[in-house]
């Protein structure tokens, strides 16, 4: 009697996972009959963004063109990108319309490029290429059941992006898949890859094999930025998080070592921002508050759930390190989308011929001469968004419309007055450029010099995405 009864936990546990399986078993037995995937098509001018096959190993490069200069590192040379699984992105058609992915989605998938010499005179150079998919948990989910399963939430008719979400919860426990398909950065010894609707997943940089969750990632419980900064002088790393419910913006930052958060901040905002870059200077973080948003009550009322508003406020941050919401100086400028920052840096009592030379934008009272500390933000700016994707009532095919056209902008934010000068750091170019870095040791220092990878203007425009 007593072993009976010992017994019927177990069995309370065995019937209801049965009930669980069944309930699962039949979820997915209504999106296979309801939901029909297709295959999203490519323009011709977005064929070198269609996905390849992992190698299962490193592959010897034997055609070098040109030499490789014989004081040049020896390392690897590490990129990370959308790679989406069965052969590209995938939308849905089903009674409740259609659904489908945005061009920034699928999974992530990192390219590594080897660099060694093979003597002892450091002549003769050997290359290896390898790639190999980030395998976060709804990839493995998605491999092991070899088909997309996963249904498209972004983009589409609402009655299909909301079902999407729920049946994706219903099933997974997650409204979305895990793409960490955007960066890859280096913190305290270990590598990790990177997209801002997760959190970071370490690597193993000489396989490109999948670690795991970073350790960290429970204390955070939030999604991550996709590009942390380090913080100068304390090699603290400094993070932003997104949630679509309050708290929208949280900052953190984390120990030279990794192990623990010395900082954490709500910033407080009203909205929900797409932060996907921010700046560090020496003492400050520095938020980019656009109006790219997220937003539940919008998506509800079939509004969308991702998108531009070109009449909306735009404003920049100023916050100290450790700072929190009260603390943080606002500086209202024109209303752009600006997703990737050069560099962030204070500038003094200098006279900055920058401004001189172009043409300069005040938007809160009247121009004065630089007399006192300022933060200076270099960033590629452009008039839309290309995430979730220029809104059919704001694009025109034509490039001459500029609003996919980024440029690389200044904005002179004066600490003391709340004084803005804006202006074009390369006045009329006919190039537009995005993805901006700078040499990494003068992160959050003034410089020079940046690089950016020019964009072709006309075929961005067309496809209504960013293409090289």
């Not at 990192?110 to 980030?134: E, M």
């Not at 870059?277 to 009322?301: A, E």
């Not at 440029?407 to 004084?419: D, I, Q």
């Amino acid at each position: 009697m007593l072993r009976a009864f010992e017994q019927v936990p177990a069995m309370r546990i065995d019937i209801s996972k049965t009930i669980k399986n069944t309930t699962a078993n039949l979820l997915d037995a209504f999106v296979d009959s309801a939901f029909e995937f297709v295959d999203q098509p490519l323009l011709p001018s977005q064929r070198n963004f269609a996905p390849v096959d992992e190698l299962g190993g490193p592959v010897a490069i034997a055609n070098i063109q040109g030499s490789i200069p014989d004081n040049f590192p020896e390392g690897v040379y590490i990129r990370n990108g959308a790679n989406p699984l069965f052969g590209g992105l995938k939308s849905t058609k089903s009674l409740f319309g259609k659904s489908s992915r945005i061009w920034v989605e699928g999974e992530g998938m990192l390219h590594a490029l080897y660099f060694s010499k093979d003597d002892d005179h450091g002549i003769n150079w050997t290359v290896h290429y390898n790639n190999r998919y980030v395998e976060t948990e709804t990839f493995n989910q998605e491999k092991q059941r070899n088909k997309p399963s996963f249904l498209p939430i972004i983009k589409g008719d609402f009655p299909a992006l909301l079902s999407a979400s729920l049946l994706n919860l219903l099933r997974f426990g997650k409204v979305d898949k895990y793409m960490s398909n955007t960066n890859v950065f280096e913190h305290s010894g270990k590598v990790y890859a990177i997209a801002e609707n997760h959190v970071p997943q370490e690597i193993d940089i000489s396989t490109l094999e999948t670690l795991g969750n970073w350790d960290l990632s429970t204390a955070w419980n939030r999604c991550f930025t996709s590009h942390p900064k380090r913080a100068p002088g304390t090699g603290e790393l400094v993070i932003t998080g997104m949630k679509a419910i309050k708290p929208y913006i949280e900052v953190g930052v984390i120990s030279a070592d990794g192990k623990k958060f010395v900082h954490r901040a709500d910033l407080k905002l009203g909205r929900c921002t797409f932060f996907h870059d921010f700046g560090v200077t020496q003492r400050y973080n520095v938020f980019l508050d656009f109006p790219l948003t997220i937003d539940i009550t919008r998506f509800v009322s079939g509004g969308g759930l991702m998108k531009y508003d070109k009449e909306g406020y735009a404003r920049i941050g100023v916050m100290p390190r450790y700072g929190d919401a009260d603390s943080i100086t606002w500086f209202n400028v024109e209303t752009n989308c600006t997703f990737h920052i050069f560099n962030c840096f204070e500038d003094g009592d200098e006279e900055n011929e920058t401004a001189k030379r172009h043409d300069r934008i005040d938007f809160n009272v009247n121009l004065c001469a630089y007399e006192n500390e300022q933060v200076v933000v270099w960033g590629c700016r452009a008039l839309e968004s290309v995430v979730p994707g220029p809104s059919k009532e704001n694009f025109d095919t034509s490039i001459n419309d500029g609003l996919l056209y980024d440029r690389p902008h200044e904005w002179r934010l004066n600490m003391r007055t709340g004084e803005v000068w804006e202006t074009n750091l390369t006045a009329d170019t006919e190039f537009s450029m995005d993805f901006p870095i700078i040499n990494e040791n003068f992160g959050g220092f003034k410089n020079r010099f940046g690089y950016t990878q020019v964009i072709d203007s006309e075929a961005s425009s067309t496809a209504g995405i960013r293409l090289l």
